[in-house]
């Protein structure tokens, strides 16, 4: 099973270029070490340009990088991994394309991280755990929702939705892998959320 860093830095929608790559560049030297690209629209120019802008980052710090639903960018920049929802490319179909490369998944219930698993993915992302303003993915399920996903699936979970310092020990003590955070990071001191969160992680073998 492959080992992920513990906190996924989820990139900001809706602002420009220079200032995600900015926030990113902070995260980074502050200790993060996985960065998922996400921006929902916008022309495929600049959102190749902005994938390969945090390509470089990621590169120079050592870090992951995993780009969100799409696949030609993602393997334009030479990322290291697809993340997919529930309504993007089947996974087996994501795997096809993206060679060697990791592929996550989505997943809101116990049904759909089966089949994540079922059908290759690398890893799930779970949630929302708590309320979250980033996207609209349903009724949030609590930290202990995550246990009920553990007993069912083999695979690295990452808890996403709401998450920041002031509730992430309580998400890693229900067994999850790591957490993927957007706002938890980005607002306000960005240096002092990352340091916080990376800092309640707690040490896997």
């Excluded at 998944?105 to 116990?110: A, F, I, N």
């Excluded at 993915?137 to 009920?148: H, T």
Aim: glycine share 12%.
């Amino acid at each position: 099973m492959r080992k992920f860093s513990p906190v996924c830095f989820l990139t900001p929608d809706n602002i420009d270029i220079a200032e995600v790559c900015r926030i990113v560049q902070t995260a980074l030297d502050s200790g993060i070490r996985w960065v998922q690209f996400r921006r929902k629209s916008g022309d495929r120019r600049l959102l190749l340009s902005e994938a390969g802008c945090l390509r470089n980052l990621t590169r120079r710090f050592g870090a992951m990088l995993v780009v969100n639903d799409y696949a030609d960018i993602a393997l334009a920049v030479e990322a290291d991994g697809l993340h997919v929802g529930q309504d993007d490319l089947p996974v087996r179909e994501a795997k096809k394309i993206m060679g060697n490369a990791i592929v996550g998944v989505s997943t809101h219930s116990v049904e759909q991280a089966e089949g994540a698993m079922n059908g290759g993915a690398d890893y799930i992302g779970f949630g929302p755990i708590f309320p979250t303003g980033t996207k609209d993915a349903g009724q949030p399920k609590g930290p202990e929702s995550i246990r009920e996903i553990r007993a069912a699936v083999s695979l690295p979970i990452i808890a996403i939705g709401g998450i920041t310092a002031a509730n992430a020990g309580t998400v890693f003590a229900s067994g999850c892998d790591g957490i993927a955070v957007s706002a938890g990071i980005s607002r306000g001191d960005i240096r002092a959320n990352a340091e916080a969160l990376l800092g309640l992680a707690p040490c896997r073998n």
